[in-house]
């Protein structure tokens, strides 16, 4: 079974900088699409962005503030944050399409908060 962890949100004032990280651990997989989710309180899930081989793709709403890197050799993926402002508060998701069968399948990590609030 695959798991991933995520780390590094908390409290920030806004226009300053979060760091996000996300680990897959597990035995014998492979990733293909890894990315970011966030959900807001009373919000649907939406995608912030995401990173597939070299390609990245972002929301709207994060394009130019956000951006996101991806270890392959570690299976992690990092959303950095910059410019934050009170509308990015939410539960950030890692997510990952990850295959042990050969059939990718989505995991999802189980959230870290990020406050943007002065």
């Known amino acids: 079974q695959v798991q991933l962890v995520e780390s590094g949100g908390g409290l920030v004032q806004p226009g300053g900088s979060l760091r996000l990280s996300c680990v897959a651990s597990?035995?014998?997989?492979?990733?293909?699409?890894m990315g970011w989710y966030r959900q807001a309180p009373g919000k649907q899930r939406e995608l912030v962005g995401s990173i597939t081989g070299g390609s990245t793709n972002y929301a709207d709403s994060v394009k130019g503030r956000f951006t996101i890197s991806r270890d392959n050799a570690q299976n992690t993926v990092n959303l950095q944050m910059n410019s934050l402002k009170p509308e990015d508060t939410a539960v950030y998701y890692c997510h990952a399409r990850i295959s042990t069968t050969g059939t990718f399948l989505p995991v999802w990590g189980q959230g870290t908060l990020v406050t943007v609030s002065s």
């Open positions: 597990g035995t014998a997989f492979i990733i293909s699409t």
